[in-house]
């Protein structure tokens, strides 16, 4: 049984940047997260229903960054020459695209997305993953030697079907390769903006063994990744051969130690959080009046930022606009605050002079790219891992 640990108050759908025409009727839900003490999984007490999210509106594009392109494009070198791919949550091919049309094929919700995949060849089902989709493959298409999927299993409510789905579309000894966000580094950064509608888990390792097992599926390697500010690319296998890799038990103890396991861990980060937001209004609300005049911004739309923006109640009477590089964001409105989404160009200049990093997962890409920015004396606004400007 969930326990809810925290209230993040009322939310709208956190990717669903919007046009004035729609303010009206934007959908709000109340955004609660609980802890199971059986399974050990965090969770959203309520999931907003998929079709609200995940359909041919989608935004997020994965290959929108340089540190999404070369991440995916070092994770196709896991798959070896010739075997038989499958990726559930394909987005805009930016692994996909790595792979002979022949070699891969793909899942993908998203008909937008699925259609520009399909466009390059490979065969896209744009279907959600259960396990009638899984039967469909395997008698069109054949058991799979891999599953790849990266952030998509923590967007499905009903993870034991997801991981039943995966045991009957993989052969004998094949691999399930996944990376989500990270429980351990959520709590360790207080980066609470990983909680929103399409996170419907946070995962630890200890929850992921005990959900992979419960479904004939054995955890055999854990690699801990940087990317969207710390997450765990998993490995598990359907009747493995070989040896269990350390990596399991280490990540085992090592959240164990962190208390993943007790709902007291939870507890503190809660508090935690309500903190942040006390810090992050403060310094917001001095740029505003300090007699200065100084202008802040947000750097990159993020669903991240949604949760921020709405938890804390800052509005462009705190943050002018948002820029961002994703053409589908720009000229509408943020989820429930109202924030203006711009494009980067010719608003990010010299008339800046604070910008909150939405995207804080890229903030060695940005400070790299902005670095004229911070030279001149502009500053950033980040909450993680605590509340702090960055200066040059
Ligand atoms: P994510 O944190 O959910 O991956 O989303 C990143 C968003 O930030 C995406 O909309 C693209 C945007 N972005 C920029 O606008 N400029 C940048 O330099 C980077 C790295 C991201």
Redesign the pocket.
């Known amino acids: 049984m969930k326990k809810e640990f925290l209230d993040l108050g009322q939310q709208p759908i956190a990717n669903n940047f919007l046009t004035p025409d729609q303010f009206d009727g934007e959908y709000f839900f109340n955004l609660k997260v609980g802890f199971d003490e059986d399974t050990c999984l965090v969770s959203l007490l309520d999931f907003v229903d998929k079709s609200m999210l995940f359909n041919e509106n989608y935004v997020?594009q994965s290959s929108?960054?340089q540190?999404?392109r070369k991440h995916f494009s070092d994770a196709a070198k896991l798959i070896p020459k010739g075997s038989r791919v499958l990726e559930i949550g394909s987005n805009d091919g930016v692994f996909l695209k790595h792979f002979d049309t022949k070699q891969a094929i793909a899942i993908e919700p998203c008909s937008n997305f699925a259609a520009i995949t399909g466009d390059l060849g490979y065969k896209t089902y744009a279907e959600f993953w259960d396990t009638d989709m899984a039967e469909v493959i395997v008698s069109e298409d054949g058991e799979q030697d891999y599953v790849f999927s990266a952030n998509c299993f923590c967007h499905i409510p009903t993870l034991d079907e997801a991981f039943q789905a995966i045991h009957k579309v993989l052969k004998d000894g094949g691999i399930f390769i996944f990376e989500d966000p990270s429980l351990g580094k959520m709590i360790e950064r207080t980066s609470y903006d990983q909680i929103y509608d399409e996170h419907a888990h946070i995962f630890s390792v200890t929850a992921l063994k005990k959900a992979l097992a419960r479904n004939g599926l054995t955890l055999t390697k854990v690699e801990p990744l940087s990317v969207?500010g710390g997450s765990n690319r998993i490995y598990a296998c359907k009747n493995p051969s070989g040896e269990i890799d350390r990596s399991v038990h280490e990540h085992l103890i090592e959240e164990d130690q962190a208390g993943l396991n007790k709902m007291e861990t939870y507890e503190k980060f809660a508090k935690r959080i309500r903190a942040s937001k006390i810090s992050l209004v403060h310094i917001l609300k001095e740029n505003k009046n300090n007699g200065r005049g100084y202008k802040t911004i947000s750097?990159?739309?993020?669903?991240?930022s949604t949760t921020v923006f709405n938890y804390c109640g800052i509005g462009p009477d705190l943050i002018e606009y948002i820029?961002?590089?994703?053409p589908d964001?720009q000229g509408k409105y943020s989820p429930g605050m109202h924030i203006p989404v711009v494009p980067?160009e010719g608003n990010f200049d010299e008339t800046v002079d604070y910008a909150f990093l939405?995207?804080w997962?890229?903030i060695d890409?940005?400070k790299k790219?902005e670095h004229d920015f911070l030279m001149r004396g502009g500053r950033f606004i980040t909450h993680v891992p605590i509340v702090r400007i960055i200066g040059g």
Do not use: P, Q, V
């Open positions: 997020y929108g960054s540190t999404m969207h750097y990159g739309a993020t669903s991240k820029t961002d590089t994703t964001k980067y939405g995207a997962n890229f890409e940005i790219k």
